[in-house]
C-alpha cells in the first residue's frame, strides 16, 4: 500500500525558496508517474507539475515554469519540488500523488492513485 507523506513546507519571503520531499512509508513510488498539486483556501486543487516513473520528462503548469523543478532521487525514493523565486500567489497546501497514468498537460486531480496528507507553503508579500 502507498502511504505517502510530503515534507518542506513552511513560511517563507517573496522570491524566496522551498524545497519539498515526497516519499511512501509503504510501497514504493519508484514505480509510479508522480505529481504535485496545490490547493488555496476557497480554490479548487489544480497541477503543479508532475514527472514520469522513470524521472524523465517533467511537466510543469505555465504558472511555475523557470520556477519550479521536479526531480526523482532513486537512491533516496523521493520525489522533490524545488520552488524558486516564490511568490504569494503560491500559497496554497502542496500535495504529492502518485499518478494512475504517466504525467502530462491533461494532468488533473482525478488522475491520482493515492495522495499524501500535504504540506503548507506561505509565501508572504
Known amino acids: 500500500q502507498l502511504q505517502i507523506v510530503e515534507s518542506g513546507g513552511g513560511l517563507v519571503q517573496s522570491g524566496g525558496s522551498l524545497r519539498l520531499s515526497c516519499t511512501s512509508s509503504g510501497s514504493s513510488l519508484e514505480s509510479y508517474a508522480v505529481a504535485w498539486f496545490r490547493q488555496a483556501p476557497g480554490k479548487e486543487r489544480e497541477g503543479v507539475s508532475c514527472i514520469r516513473a522513470s524521472g524523465f520528462a517533467p511537466y510543469y503548469k505555465d504558472f511555475v515554469k523557470g520556477r519550479f523543478t521536479i526531480s526523482k532521487d532513486s537512491s533516496k525514493k523521493t520525489t522533490y519540488l524545488q520552488m524558486n523565486d516564490l511568490k504569494p500567489e503560491d500559497t496554497a497546501i502542496y500535495y504529492c500523488?502518485?499518478?494512475?497514468?504517466?504525467?502530462?498537460?491533461?494532468?488533473?486531480?482525478?488522475?491520482?492513485?493515492?495522495w499524501g496528507p500535504g504540506t503548507q507553503v506561505t509565501v508572504s508579500a
Open positions: 500523488a502518485a499518478l494512475q497514468i504517466t504525467c502530462g498537460p491533461s494532468l488533473r486531480p482525478h488522475q491520482a492513485e493515492s
